[in-house]
């Protein structure tokens, strides 16, 4: 199961989408015949949990095995009885998906989140810079507790501290310790500098994750769309219109 595709198809559903990203959803579903399959029998799994439409499904999935005009038989053939269980079994796979997937605002917060690339420093570089690319390699593997170590070691009077700090904090999404990286993303270090707007974003993320309440969400996200020159200001105000409609 394509499990971005059935995001996609949720958020239509629910009517999360944009107009414009449901038109381009439409559209799409139109000339992609697989993610078209895939729509209908997720919406129909949806329709199903509210009255449990397992015979519908399986009247879907069975072939007519004697000619119309022959009294129905009250003895289920093997193959009926097959087809019965696997009709059962794919409603239960869908409620399992709906009932264990994220809340929805541990989901957005998932589409919005970006990892940084690792970044490798040219060749021959100073030895003083040893122990930030050794971290740097271990992010870059997502090795992230190594990470995380070798960061805390750079010290903040070096030059690329920050860069540092900001990676670390990475690190610790990696391993969804969202408290530790919100801590991080909320250091005094990233009020200047080159870190300030990527900061404020992951903080309001990390927020989501920790299901802090949306109020506060929408609040924190309302002062970045309100920035025009702030670089995540049209990613706010998309996700502004998201949590406006849940």
């Known amino acids: 199961m394509n499990e971005d595709q059935i995001e996609r198809i949720e958020h239509f559903l629910s009517g999360l989408m944009t107009e414009e990203e449901s038109n381009a959803f439409l559209s799409e579903l139109e000339g992609d015949p697989e993610l078209k399959q895939l729509y209908h029998q997720h919406k129909f799994l949806k329709n199903g949990f509210a009255g449990l439409q397992v015979?519908?499904?399986?009247?879907?999935?069975?072939?007519?095995?004697?000619?119309?005009?022959?009294?129905?038989?009250?003895?289920?053939?093997?193959?009926?009885?097959?087809?019965?269980?696997?009709a059962m079994a794919i409603v239960l796979a869908g409620i399992s998906f709906l009932l264990f997937r994220p809340p929805l605002m541990q989901r957005l917060a998932k589409r919005n989140y970006d990892a940084p690339f690792a970044q490798i420093q040219r060749s021959n570089p100073p030895p003083q810079d040893t122990t930030y690319l050794n971290a740097m390699a271990a992010f870059g593997s997502q090795d992230w507790k190594k990470a995380i170590t070798l960061f805390e070691m750079v010290s903040d009077t070096h030059r690329l501290y920050k860069r540092a700090l900001y990676y670390r904090a990475h690190s610790y999404v990696g391993l969804n310790e969202y408290e530790a990286a919100h801590a991080i993303f909320s250091n005094p270090a990233f009020t200047e500098g080159q870190y300030v707007y990527q900061a404020d974003?992951?903080?309001?993320l990390m927020r989501m994750y920790l299901k802090h309440p949306t109020r506060e969400i929408i609040s924190n996200l309302e002062i970045i769309a309100d920035d025009s020159k702030h670089f995540f200001n049209e990613r706010a105000i998309l996700l502004l219109e998201k949590l406006k409609k849940k």
């Open 55 to 86: 015979e519908e499904l399986e009247k879907k999935l069975r072939l007519d095995e004697e000619p119309a005009a022959r009294p129905v038989s009250i003895q289920r053939s093997p193959a009926y009885r097959y087809l019965s269980i696997a």
């Open 201 to 204: 974003w992951n903080r309001v």
